[in-house]
């Protein structure tokens, strides 16, 4: 059959033949994508995270995706080290979790990381942490616009602060932990990034907060392939909706669908991918969008993206 097929096609004039080569070879890529990431999400065995250390930090872990983090990696039995601003919800979500998980050890520490003194905070934070091997750092805290708004409406302190919290506090926290995993050649970084810089082309009306995350994207790349060597693994990770608080101020997202997963739903996958790509979308459902969204022309999804932006603002 195939024989033929070659026979018929010497037949045919240069550009046919040019033609299907290429379409053969879009079939092969395709077909290699999609096996790799059946792959990947069935039967990729996920890391012991215990062989980075036996500690974790985790940023603006006391509501959301972050909080999810800490309940399931002290469920992979890790010790946690809860850092957010608020203590008494710090508090509380480290005594829910050492209810739940009696050998986990905990320790909690504020930091407003929208403050003016997030690098002296980070000091005392070393201070209180020394001697303890932090083996997963997840740096999870981010902050958007209250709603939807042009970049000429955003107030400079709301976007002083998102660029304080998303893109000082990711690389000061990063800066203060990464010193003792080069030291001891093994540990793995998670940032958590956004479709908002790279699923989709642009992210109108939520302008600076998409362009901190494409700094957290880069950001990662980049120490990913300073640090390997280092035995150190930095991920960004690349969430599209999950149904947190943040999703419920942006989007108006109430509860949980098939493509928008809860928070407990989006960690459990992106505990499987830690240690692995350079970038990934650990969660099957926003997967599956990312690669809609990958046929559609930039401009359909730029015009897409702006009549939701300005529907969102007059809501
Ligand atoms: N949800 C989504 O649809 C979505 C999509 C893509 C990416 N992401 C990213 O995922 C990450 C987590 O989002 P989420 O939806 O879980 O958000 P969330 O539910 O709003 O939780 C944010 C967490 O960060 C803490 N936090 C906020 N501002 C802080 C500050 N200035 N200083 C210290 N801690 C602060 C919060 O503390 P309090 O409890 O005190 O408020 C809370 O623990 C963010 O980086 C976000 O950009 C989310
Ligand atoms: C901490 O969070 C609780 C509950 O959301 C809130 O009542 C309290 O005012 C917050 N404390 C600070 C210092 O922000
Ligand atoms: C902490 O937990 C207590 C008891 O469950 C609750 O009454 C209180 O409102 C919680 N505080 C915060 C800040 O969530
Ligand atoms: C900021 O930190 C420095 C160094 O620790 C300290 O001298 C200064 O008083 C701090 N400022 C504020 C506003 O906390």
């Not at 046919?16 to 999609?34: A, E, Y």
């Not at 419920?248 to 499987?272: D, M, R």
């Not at 240690?275 to 969008?289: D, F």
Request: proline fraction near 4%; glycine fraction near 6%.
């Amino acid at each position: 059959m195939l024989s033929t097929c070659f026979i018929h096609l010497k037949t045919q004039p240069l550009w046919i033949i040019i033609l299907s080569l290429l379409g053969f070879l879009s079939i092969v890529k395709n077909t290699i994508f999609l096996l790799k990431w059946i792959f990947i999400k069935i039967f990729r065995k996920p890391k012991n995270l215990k062989n980075y250390g036996s500690w974790a930090l985790i940023t603006g872990s006391t509501d959301g995706i972050g909080k999810a983090f800490a309940f399931q990696l002290a469920k992979k039995g890790l010790n946690l080290i809860l850092v957010s601003r608020n203590l008494s919800k710090l508090k509380n979500v480290s005594s829910e979790i050492r209810a739940k998980y009696p050998n986990t050890l905990t320790k909690i520490f504020g930091i407003e990381f929208s403050g003016p003194n997030i690098s002296a905070r980070i000091i005392e934070m070393k201070e209180d942490i020394k001697g303890l091997d932090v083996g997963v750092l997840i740096n999870n805290v981010g902050v958007t616009y209250p709603s939807a708004m042009f970049f000429h409406e955003v107030d400079e302190e709301i976007w002083m602060n998102l660029v304080r919290v998303n893109v000082g506090g990711t690389s000061l926290i990063t800066r203060g932990i990464i010193e003792e995993m080069v030291a001891r050649k093994k540990g793995a970084i998670v940032n958590i990034g956004s479709g908002a810089s790279i699923v989709v082309p642009s992210h109108p009306l939520y302008a600076i907060y998409a362009a901190t995350k494409a700094y957290i994207d880069q950001l990662s790349r980049c120490l990913y392939v300073e640090y390997k060597h280092y035995g150190i693994d930095v991920q960004c990770q690349v969430p599209l909706y999950v149904s947190t608080k943040m999703a419920s101020t942006v989007a108006f997202v109430e509860k949980p669908s098939i493509f928008i997963p809860s928070a407990g739903k989006y960690v459990e996958s992106a505990i499987e991918s830690i240690g692995y790509e350079a970038r990934c979308t650990p969660y099957w459902g926003h997967s599956i969008q990312w690669w809609f969204a990958s046929l559609l022309p930039s401009a359909v999804l730029d015009a897409w993206r702006l009549s939701t932006g300005i529907h969102r603002r007059v809501a």
